[in-house]
């Protein structure tokens, strides 16, 4: 025990004696050595070491672990500078925030080299850490000195952008209304990059703009946003003029979008197509299918993509005879209106198949018919006119559509 208190002492006053004529490293050094029961180390005679070993000065420098993200990715750099004994190694350790940890060996070249040594740890993770110890560790993979700091975590920014709606061949700005702020370094929205836009907006669908800004640490984040290509709204009506029993063509106008159109005879569609051309439409017909002026005909008309935008009865009429137009009848109204031609007397009103009334005020071609605006409960009620001439001949049979616009 004599002979151990002797060598301690000369331990003590050899690392004092060191440390007073080399030169500080850090402001805040760490210094540990033999028996530094701070670092609950035993280095003695009994490790294998020699006296250099056991004696030498070893100091580990402060240094600064930050931390960057780059979306799931974490990344800690800092650098480091520590003085050792020439068959020493440095390690570090690093220090998970989920208690976990993992280590390796930042130095090795220095064995034979100066004892002063520096250099730049570069540790890439998919989890966050707390802290970094860096140790000295003798030949025998004692550690005699170690210092730990904790991990500098830089804020990420933020990208500000919303989903946004637009109109089928709508200009669209990809950074218009789109930000980012950073709490070090403030306003970044000037260095919002687009990594992916696949925007169309000729064609209507759901469509993601990706943004990414990096800061001055490294943090790196990316946003999604959806862009919604709405299609552009299409509109148009059809007017069929009289159609005469026999001919081959059923006619007439059109205005807006209309592409083509469904037949319906007798409320059983038998047809698709027609030709629209300069507002005017032809529209080929089996006319054996149209037998009386009581057949009930219609045309449904739909732009180029599908979309119904009208409807409306074929007139039907005998050579020499009339017919009455109704026009589209709005649910809460007490008047039926339309239009008539040739000998056109009087009407007759069925509501569900059911026989209403009979009467109607035709003048000048124009025509109206008052009705129980109770008696109409929904946009599909069935609804029809019988036209009569004075002599109660049958003229035609139309359907009456029906709206709540």
Not at 91 to 100: I, L
Not at 338 to 348: I, Q
């Amino acid at each position: 025990m004599k002979k151990r208190k002797s060598l301690k002492k000369v331990v003590t006053l050899v690392l004092a004696t060191v440390m007073v004529v080399a030169p500080v490293i850090s402001s805040k050094p760490l210094n540990a050595y033999a028996e530094s029961a701070e670092n609950n180390l035993t280095v003695s005679e009994n490790n294998g070491l020699d006296a250099s070993s056991r004696t030498a000065a070893r100091v580990i420098d402060t240094f600064t672990p930050k931390q960057t993200k780059v979306n799931t990715k974490y990344t800690v750099l800092y650098t480091w500078k520590v003085k050792k004994y020439t068959t020493d190694t440095v390690w570090a350790v690093y220090n998970f925030s989920d208690g976990t940890t993992a280590e390796r060996n930042i130095e090795t070249l220095g064995r034979t080299a100066t004892t002063t040594i520096s250099g730049t740890d570069v540790y890439n993770t998919n989890k966050p850490m707390k802290s970094v110890t860096i140790q000295i560790r003798t030949s025998k993979n004692v550690v005699c000195t170690k210092r730990t700091e904790l991990v500098v975590s830089n804020s990420e920014p933020v990208i500000y952008a919303n989903d946004k709606t637009i109109q089928q061949g709508e200009w669209f700005n990809p950074y218009a209304g789109v930000s980012a702020w950073d709490a070090e370094d403030g306003n970044l929205t000037h260095m919002v990059a687009v990594v992916k836009n696949n925007v169309n907006t000729n064609v209507p669908g759901t469509y993601y703009v990706t943004y990414e800004v990096t800061d001055s640490d490294g943090n790196t984040v990316q946003k999604t946003i959806t862009v919604t290509v709405q299609g552009k709204e299409t509109s148009g009506t059809i007017t069929p003029n009289i159609y005469t029993l026999g001919e081959s063509y059923i006619t007439g106008t059109y205005t807006g979008d209309v592409a083509y159109a469904d037949l319906y005879i007798n409320g059983v569609k038998v047809d698709t197509g027609g030709n629209f051309n300069n507002g005017y439409f032809s529209y080929a017909v089996n006319s054996n299918l149209i037998t009386s002026s009581t057949t009930q005909v219609y045309l449904a008309a739909y732009d180029k993509n599908g979309k119904l935008l009208d409807r409306k009865s074929v007139p039907i009429c005998a050579k020499g005879y009339g017919a009455i137009i109704p026009n589209e009848y709005h649910m809460g109204s007490s008047e039926i209106t339309g239009t008539y031609t040739g000998d056109v007397s009087y009407a007759e009103l069925y509501v569900n198949g059911s026989y209403v009334s009979r009467g109607g005020n035709f003048v000048n071609g124009y025509f109206t018919y008052w009705i129980d605006k109770n008696l109409v409960k929904s946009v599909t009620t069935p609804m029809s006119l019988i036209a009569y001439d004075k002599n109660g001949k049958v003229l035609n049979n139309p359907i009456i559509f029906i709206t709540d616009k």
